[in-house]
């Protein structure tokens, strides 16, 4: 079996993804990038079967070119494989252009244009806010006339919050308006602003049949981080993923899947439940989930989620987890203000005093600037059978521990 990995960038998650993919049993890998290989450390370099540079991951004649120039010397190339959310449509061109199984484009494209993934859920009968593809100002004015403020307004290709805002009143819709100007060609999605507590939900589906889920909780939701730089938010998996007060998320998001059509693959759910205990689906990606959610796994199961990951989308294979060891959870530790980080405060004494509890974590490195996603400059995981405790310790970590930022 030869795959090939796409990545533009090698990220430290990229990084991750590749140690673990380049050692599946069974499996060749070869890589995509838009970066030379000859940055990474001999070690994993020396496990690909190939490589192949390209200026740009984002045009699908490029990756093709690329997969026919691997195919050239290493044989047929079986499966193509991506994590980054802004490639997954041009992926499934070059699939379908040569060939090779996987998730086709207009599938693709449900799970990344917002406008037509909700329109998906709406013919489905998935709950969702509502929503509309504003191509010029007219309609975008139309829209908040018809649901009130406040709105969100994001690109209807969006991910991970980026370019996502809140609008409140006229004047902050004018700004937005002023600054993307919508068009036919690049519509903004605008959408009823939901409130409420916001969650996600994966899953692992074969052949278009869900095998196994996980969820978890943010505190607070991402909209709520991006929009004020100085929480150190968190994500937590509970232990109880089985309990019945998740049946309604689980039938919903098993009905958004249906929607939007997937058939082997993991997806990356996020939804609210309501104040009065509804559900709305917001956004499902065919990819990993980002946030950590990957190691938390790990941590919850004691497994290797990321190979699990290359197997499904390899081989068409996965063994589901046996029953949920522990709750886990994640704190993003993130410096208010601009700069670098300067100092540290607090760490040293929570790693000491929740020893028992934590797994892994990445400590601010001082002089690194600050971080472009909303992710921070660091984090903490911590586990342990009782959620509870989990999120207990959760708490003291983002209350006592403080990143300094100094330009």
Same mark, same amino acid.
């Given at each position: 079996?030869?795959?090939?990995?796409?990545?533009?960038?090698?990220?430290?998650?990229?990084?991750?993804?590749?140690?673990?993919?380049?050692?599946?049993?069974?499996?060749?890998?070869?890589?995509?990038?838009?970066?030379?290989?000859?940055?990474?450390?001999?070690?994993?370099?020396?496990?690909?079967?190939?490589?192949?540079?390209?200026?740009?991951?984002?045009?699908?004649?490029?990756?093709?070119?690329?997969?026919?120039?691997?195919?050239?010397?290493?044989?047929?190339?079986?499966?193509?494989?991506?994590? +980054?959310?802004? $490639? *997954?449509? &041009? %992926?499934?061109?070059? !699939? @379908?252009?040569?060939?090779?199984?996987?998730? /086709?484009?207009?599938?693709?494209?449900?799970?990344?244009?917002?406008?037509?993934?909700?329109?998906?859920?709406?013919?489905?009968?998935?709950?969702?806010?509502?929503?509309?593809?504003?191509?010029?100002?007219?309609?975008?004015?139309?829209?908040?006339?018809?649901?009130?403020?406040?709105?969100?307004?994001?690109?209807?290709?969006?991910?991970?919050?980026?370019?996502?805002?809140?609008?409140?009143?006229?004047?902050?819709?004018?700004?937005?308006?002023?600054?993307?100007?919508?068009?036919?060609?690049?519509?903004?999605?605008?959408?009823?602003?939901?409130?409420?507590?916001?969650?996600?939900?994966?899953?692992?589906?074969?052949?278009?049949?869900?095998?196994?889920?996980?969820?978890?909780?943010?505190?607070?939701?991402?909209?709520?981080?991006?929009? +004020?730089?100085? $929480? *150190?938010? &968190? %994500?937590?998996?509970? !232990? @109880?993923?089985?309990?019945?007060?998740?049946? /309604?998320?689980?039938?919903?998001?098993?009905?958004?899947?249906?929607?939007?059509?997937?058939?082997?693959?993991?997806?990356?759910?996020?939804?609210?439940?309501?104040?009065?205990?509804?559900?709305?689906?917001?956004?499902?990606?065919?990819?990993?989930?980002?946030?950590?959610?990957?190691?938390?796994?790990?941590?919850?199961?004691?497994?290797?989620?990321?190979?699990?990951?290359?197997?499904?989308?390899?081989?068409?294979?996965?063994?589901?987890?046996?029953?949920?060891?522990?709750?886990?959870?994640?704190?993003?530790?993130?410096?208010?203000?601009?700069?670098?980080?300067?100092?540290?405060?607090?760490?040293?004494?929570?790693?000491?005093?929740?020893?028992?509890?934590?797994?892994?974590?990445?400590?601010?490195?001082?002089?690194?600037?600050?971080?472009?996603?909303?992710?921070?400059?660091?984090?903490?995981?911590? !586990?342990?059978?009782?959620?509870?405790?989990?999120?207990?310790?959760?708490?003291?970590?983002?209350?006592?521990?403080?990143?300094?930022?100094?330009?």
């Amino acid at each position: 079996m030869l795959a090939v990995y796409i990545t533009p960038f090698f990220t430290e998650n990229a990084l991750i993804f590749l140690d673990h993919l380049s050692g599946i049993e069974g499996a060749r890998l070869a890589v995509i990038s838009q970066e030379p290989q000859e940055i990474l450390p001999e070690r994993l370099r020396s496990r690909f079967a190939g490589h192949w540079r390209v200026p740009d991951c984002l045009e699908t004649e490029q990756i093709r070119w690329a997969v026919e120039g691997l195919q050239k010397s290493l044989g047929k190339v079986e499966r193509i494989l991506a994590a +980054n959310e802004h $490639i *997954q449509v &041009q %992926v499934a061109q070059v !699939r @379908e252009q040569l060939g090779i199984p996987g998730m /086709d484009s207009a599938t693709a494209l449900k799970f990344r244009d917002k406008n037509k993934m909700k329109k998906a859920f709406r013919e489905g009968g998935v709950a969702c806010a509502r929503s509309a593809a504003a191509r010029n100002e007219h309609e975008a004015w139309a829209f908040v006339e018809q649901v009130g403020y406040p709105v969100c307004v994001k690109p209807v290709d969006g991910a991970a919050t980026q370019s996502t805002f809140k609008v409140e009143d006229a004047s902050a819709m004018r700004d937005v308006l002023r600054g993307s100007g919508p068009s036919p060609e690049r519509p903004l999605q605008i959408e009823e602003f939901v409130v409420g507590q916001e969650h996600s939900f994966e899953t692992v589906s074969i052949d278009g049949k869900p095998l196994w889920h996980s969820l978890t909780h943010y505190i607070p939701g991402p909209l709520d981080v991006v929009r +004020n730089p100085w $929480i *150190q938010y &968190q %994500v937590i998996l509970p !232990r @109880e993923v089985d309990s019945k007060k998740y049946d /309604d998320i689980r039938k919903c998001g098993r009905q958004a899947l249906k929607a939007l059509g997937i058939q082997t693959g993991l997806s990356h759910m996020e939804w609210f439940r309501r104040n009065d205990g509804s559900i709305a689906i917001n956004e499902v990606a065919a990819r990993p989930p980002g946030v950590q959610i990957m190691p938390l796994i790990n941590r919850a199961h004691d497994i290797d989620f990321f190979s699990a990951w290359g197997r499904l989308m390899m081989f068409d294979e996965f063994t589901p987890p046996k029953e949920r060891k522990y709750a886990a959870g994640c704190a993003f530790l993130r410096g208010l203000g601009e700069g670098r980080v300067k100092a540290v405060h607090g760490l040293d004494e929570v790693l000491r005093d929740l020893s028992h509890l934590v797994t892994d974590y990445k400590r601010p490195a001082l002089g690194t600037p600050k971080a472009i996603s909303y992710e921070g400059e660091g984090y903490v995981i911590v !586990r342990h059978p009782e959620t509870k405790v989990v999120a207990e310790a959760l708490q003291e970590i983002v209350s006592n521990v403080r990143v300094v930022l100094m330009d």
